[in-house]
């Protein structure tokens, strides 16, 4: 186990450091000497110590570094830990989870969601997004990063809630809120890389990185050495821990592609293991993978073997495409009806066959999962913070087209995802920030610069120069949602497909067993159909600037979007959903 336990008369504190030959346990009144087991890990225990003593590790050569293990950091990256009693916080709730097909995800980053930027902040909305008709909030990570604002994919501490957010019990009293009013909480866990600055591992702990393997960071992290079964331990430790401490309901691993593995199960599929084995409430594992493997989502006996769902980017790019008709980038492979069906229908919209924009195969067939295999959305926290003004939807496209594709995705029988201020058409941008200072301040701010240099539109230094400063604390503040700008119409709009949803969709999920069948119309114009035992739902969707002729609806027409004629013709940027029974 990592990290310090708590033990009669005391605690004991553990660090894996195989590179060292002595450390010791700085606390504020003494230092501890620590033993050193055949394994690599140093061990001591101190007696008299409980929570809220400040500690740090002392190395060889006398440099003091935090624990990796520290669950809390209450004075940044570089500063000493703080123990923390894992019973302190006083549970009250009974909860039983969300069934997977009951939930519509929330994608949120706590700074930016209110003024407050914290979880006691976030906890103030959680009435407001159940009457929204969210089920579960998607938070952005939450593991300790450098400074007092980011996205959180550069943490160096996975067990500790950043500090700017809040205290480990406010987390824990967020999540109990949550569930009080009925919603899930998951979060969204990084695996693949640690963070630039505050990661003394390889100080002491070389192994647990390796350079048989590189990723985009750098080294990876090593998964499969010789020396792999405690960093494999440390990850699979480390999902344990936010799903029994503070009472999660699931994870969304970051970037899987990334995480290089050799070895057999790999590190996913061993933490999907594990996860499974030991918690028997539901638990919803989602991933991020570019990879697009559906072997990572098989089920058995009806339910997930290992991952619960995997987000969609193939319908967000379908989606975007259409709105937008933008075709740089990775966009480039999307322009065709053929993959906008195929990706609402089947999932993936890629299946095996050759992507133009990455230059060989990508995917695998997905037609045989059922649709809650997959998350789907219109926005999120990549596709709109890795634009260059950070720009949403709403800004790019007209309120007929956003209202068109939430028509299509909210009423999918995908999971769907929206992103915050997404449902009453928030125009602030999620801008990409960070709080790192010195030369690795200015290394990310040219690179994020030097990023959109190949693009036409900054071909030339002065458009280049207009991209916001990641670093600029004016950069996070425009990324705040302003609630005062709230849409009424643009909420009711999803409020009632949301209701829709419910009513109508969710009582066919547990028939739908595998994906649908596309049938194009025209030009981003499509009819697309599910088996759910005896009935069909059907989706007649005209994504384009022309009036087109559908087939007449096929049963019980339950949501109209724009000109809807039930027995013809749809009108541009228009959506019908039915039901056809025998």
């Known amino acids: 186990m990592h990290g310090p336990s708590f033990e009669a008369g005391g605690i004991r504190f553990r660090l894996w450091a195989p590179g060292q030959e002595r450390v010791n346990l700085a606390l504020a009144d003494r230092v501890v000497p620590m033993e050193r087991r055949a394994d690599g890990f140093f061990e001591a225990f101190a007696d008299g110590v409980g929570a809220g003593a400040l500690y740090r590790f002392v190395l060889d050569n006398g440099t003091r570094v935090p624990d990796p293990a520290s669950r809390f950091q209450p004075q940044d990256v570089h500063g000493p830990s703080e123990t923390i009693d894992p019973h302190a ?52 990570p939450v593991a300790d990063f450098s400074g007092k604002r980011g996205w959180g994919y550069d943490g160096v501490y996975p067990y500790a809630p950043d500090a700017s957010y809040g205290r480990p019990e406010r987390f824990k009293a967020f999540v109990e809120t949550a569930h009080a009013h009925g919603i899930a909480v998951l979060l969204d866990v990084v695996y693949n890389h640690f963070g630039p600055d505050g990661n003394y591992l390889p100080l002491y702990a070389p192994d647990f990185f390796t350079r048989r393997h590189k990723t985009p960071w750098g080294d990876a992290i090593n998964f499969d050495g010789p020396t792999a079964r405690p960093v494999r331990d440390f990850v699979i430790e480390n999902a344990e821990y936010w799903l029994d401490e503070f009472h999660l309901d699931g994870l969304r691993l970051d970037a899987v592609h990334a995480i290089k593995d050799d070895s057999w199960p790999d590190i ?19 991933l991020e993978n570019e990879n697009n493997e559906p072997g990572r989502l098989i089920r058995q006996d009806g339910k997930p073997l290992h991952y619960t769902a995997q987000w969609n980017d193939d319908v967000h790019h379908v989606l975007h495409v259409a709105a937008t008709r933008q075709t740089t980038g990775y966009y480039e492979d999307y322009g065709e009806t053929r993959h906008l069906g195929r990706a ?13 924009h990455r230059g060989g195969p990508r995917g695998g067939p997905s037609a045989a999962l059922p649709p809650s295999a997959f998350v789907a959305f219109i926005q999120n926290h990549d596709q709109i913070g890795n634009r260059a003004f950070g720009e949403r939807l709403s800004v790019l496209a007209s309120p007929p087209v956003v209202r068109a594709l939430a028509s299509v995705y909210l009423l999918l029988p995908q999971i769907p995802m929206l992103f915050m201020g997404e449902e009453w058409g928030a125009t602030e941008p999620f801008l990409f920030f960070c709080d790192f200072t010195g030369e690795l301040a200015a290394a990310v701010r040219d690179g994020r610069r030097r990023e959109f240099e190949r693009f036409p539109e900054f071909a030339i230094p002065e458009s280049v120069a207009r991209i916001p400063d990641p670093l600029a604390e004016e950069t996070f503040l425009a990324s705040k949602l302003d609630w005062s700008k709230l849409d009424p119409e643009r909420l009711a709009c999803y409020r009632e497909a949301l209701a829709a949803r419910r009513k109508y969709v969710r009582p066919l999920m547990s028939d739908i067993e595998r994906g649908g069948a596309a049938v194009a119309i025209g030009e ?30 096929p049963g019980l027409v339950f949501w109209r979007c724009g000109d809807v004629d039930d027995w013809g013709a749809l009108g541009p940027w228009s959506v019908r959903w039915s039901i056809e029974s025998p």
Do not use: C
């Open 89 to 140: 916080y006083e549970w009250t709730e009974t909860w039983s989870g969300v069934a997977w097909e009951d939930v519509v995800l929330y994608e949120m980053h706590l700074g930016a969601f209110t003024r407050a930027g914290t979880f006691d902040g976030a906890a103030e909305m959680l009435d407001y997004l159940a009457k929204v008709g969210v089920t579960a909030v998607e938070l952005m």
């Open 524 to 553: 981003q114009a499509v009819r697309l159909s599910w088996a759910a035992g005896v009935r069909r739902l059907v989706l007649d969707a005209n994504l384009s600037d022309s009036q087109l002729a559908f087939p007449p609806a």
């Open 268 to 286: 996913n599929d061993e933490l999907a293991e594990r996860v499974r084995s030991r918690f028997k409430r539901p638990i919803h594992l989602l």
């Open 344 to 356: 609402l229908a089947e999932g993936f919209a890629y299946q095996g066959e050759s992507s133009r």
